[in-house]
C-alpha cells in the first residue's frame, strides 16, 4: 500500500510537473482590454446606427455596453402605412458575455443582456361623429425593458480587429400591450480592439 | 469539429441578416358580424339550360356592430370603394364536381361596389348556365365556419381593413346551394 502511495504521488508529481513546463501561450490580444464595434450589416441593410463598447475583464468574462438608434425608410413607411403595430426606434443594451472556448483569437461566446428600449406604437380607437362609429390608428410613444440571452461567435485579425457575429433574443417585460413583445438580438460587427 | 464550427458560424451569419418582425400581427383591422347579406335569387319554376344563377349583395355603408349603440361607418374606417369575396360554382360531371368557370379557375372574386349616392355597397352577379345537370355553388368559406364568409374592405393604405362576416341565404349545412338545371 505505501509502495502503491508512492507511486501515485510521483505520478501526480510528474503530471503537474509536465503542466507546468507546458508553458501556456498567452496571446497578445488578451492584453488589450477595450474594444469598440459598429455593426455594419445592420447599418447598410436596415439603416441601424448598432454601437458597441466591450471591457474584457479576463479571459473569460467581458461586459459591455451596445446602443442603436433606427432609421429605417422602410421599417417607417410599414408603420405609417399602418402594416406594422410599432416603430423601434432606440436601444441601449448592457450585457455580460462568457467565452466558450480557450482560444482568445477565435471563440464563440454565451451572452446575457438587458435591453432599455423604445420608439412608437400604434393601437386601433373608436371614434364617434354624427351619430356613426368609426376607427382610425392612432400613434403614442412606447419605454420597455427586456432581458434576454444570446450566442456569437468572435474572430479576431492581426491581434487587433475584430469580426463580431451574434444571435439572440429578449422579451419585454413590462409594458407589452404597447411595445414589441420580443427584442431580437442580431449583429454583424466589425471593430477594433485595445 | 472543424466542420461543424463552420456551419454554426454560417447559421449565426445567416439568422444575423435575417429582419424577424415580432409584430406580424395584422392589429389595424376590425370584423364584422352581419348576418345574411347575400341573397341567392331562386326562381320559383326551377333552372333551364340558358337561365343565369342569380345572386346579389347589398348593405349601407353604416352596419351595426354588436357590442355598440353606434352603427359602424365602413366607409370612413375603411375609405373602401369596394368589398371583395369569392365564390365557386360547380357542375357535377358523371360523380366529379368540376368548376364550371373558363379556364379551369376554381373560384371567382366578386367586388361589392360602393355607391356614393345611396351610400350603399352593391354586387349583382347572372352567371349563365348553359349546359343542364346538377349544379352547387358556394362562397369561400370563413376561417373556422363553413357557413360564413368575409367580404373584405380594400381599404386604403393608411386605413384601418373592415371584414364583415356574413353568411349567403338557401345554403345548406356544409354551406352549399344545390340545384338542378333543365
Redesign the interface.
Same mark, same amino acid.
Given at each position: 500500500m505505501k509502495k502503491l502511495a508512492l507511486v501515485a504521488v510521483f505520478f501526480f508529481q510528474f503530471a503537474h510537473a509536465q503542466q507546468q513546463d507546458s508553458t501556456e501561450v498567452v496571446s497578445p490580444i488578451s492584453l488589450k482590454k477595450n474594444e469598440v464595434r459598429l455593426d455594419v +450589416?445592420s447599418l447598410i %441593410?436596415?439603416m441601424r446606427i448598432h454601437a458597441s463598447y466591450e471591457r474584457f475583464l479576463n479571459k473569460d468574462f467581458s461586459v459591455g455596453l451596445s446602443a442603436s438608434i433606427s432609421e429605417s425608410n422602410k421599417e417607417k413607411k410599414d408603420f $405609417?402605412? &399602418?402594416? $406594422?403595430? %410599432?416603430l423601434p426606434q432606440y436601444e441601449v443594451i448592457p450585457y455580460l458575455r462568457y467565452s466558450l472556448s480557450k482560444s482568445q483569437v477565435s471563440y /464563440?461566446y454565451v451572452e446575457a443582456f438587458a435591453s432599455a428600449n423604445g420608439g412608437k406604437y #400604434? %393601437? #386601433?380607437e373608436?371614434f +364617434?361623429?354624427g @351619430? &356613426? @362609429? /368609426? /376607427?382610425?390608428?392612432v400613434e403614442n410613444t412606447y419605454f420597455d425593458v427586456a432581458l434576454g440571452g444570446a =450566442? @456569437?461567435?468572435k474572430l479576431y485579425f492581426k491581434d487587433k480587429f475584430a469580426v463580431d457575429?451574434? =444571435?439572440g433574443m429578449g422579451k419585454n417585460l413590462f409594458n407589452t400591450d404597447k411595445s414589441?413583445?420580443?427584442v431580437?438580438r =442580431? @449583429?454583424?460587427s466589425f471593430g477594433y480592439r485595445f | 469539429m472543424k466542420t461543424l464550427r463552420l456551419y454554426i458560424l454560417g447559421l449565426i451569419s445567416s439568422l444575423a441578416l435575417i429582419s424577424c418582425n415580432d409584430d406580424d400581427e395584422f392589429y389595424n383591422a376590425v370584423y364584422v358580424d352581419s348576418p345574411d347579406l347575400i341573397k341567392i335569387n331562386v326562381p320559383a319554376g326551377g333552372y333551364t339550360a340558358g337561365d343565369n344563377l342569380e345572386f346579389s349583395i347589398d348593405f349601407s355603408r353604416y352596419i351595426m356592430e354588436p357590442g355598440y349603440t353606434t352603427p359602424l361607418d365602413v366607409y370612413k374606417t375603411s375609405g373602401a370603394t369596394s368589398f371583395g369575396f369569392a365564390y365557386y360554382l360547380e357542375r357535377n360531371d358523371g360523380g366529379t364536381w368540376k368548376t364550371v368557370f373558363p379556364n379551369e379557375d376554381e373560384f371567382r372574386i366578386g367586388d361589392v361596389l360602393y355607391v356614393p349616392a345611396t351610400e350603399t355597397y352593391e354586387f349583382d352577379e347572372a352567371y349563365p348556365l348553359d349546359e343542364p345537370g346538377e349544379y352547387r355553388f358556394r362562397l369561400e368559406y370563413n376561417d373556422g365556419n363553413i357557413l360564413k364568409t368575409n367580404l373584405v374592405s380594400r381599404n386604403q393604405e393608411n386605413k384601418t381593413m373592415v371584414s364583415i362576416i356574413t353568411n349567403a341565404d338557401h345554403i345548406d349545412s356544409q354551406g352549399y346551394y344545390y340545384f338542378t338545371v333543365e
Open positions: +450589416v %441593410t436596415k $405609417d402605412e &399602418n402594416f $406594422d403595430r %410599432t /464563440y #400604434k %393601437t #386601433k373608436r +364617434v361623429e @351619430g &356613426n @362609429g /368609426y /376607427y382610425q390608428a =450566442v @456569437g461567435y457575429l451574434f =444571435v414589441p413583445e420580443i431580437q =442580431v @449583429g454583424a | -
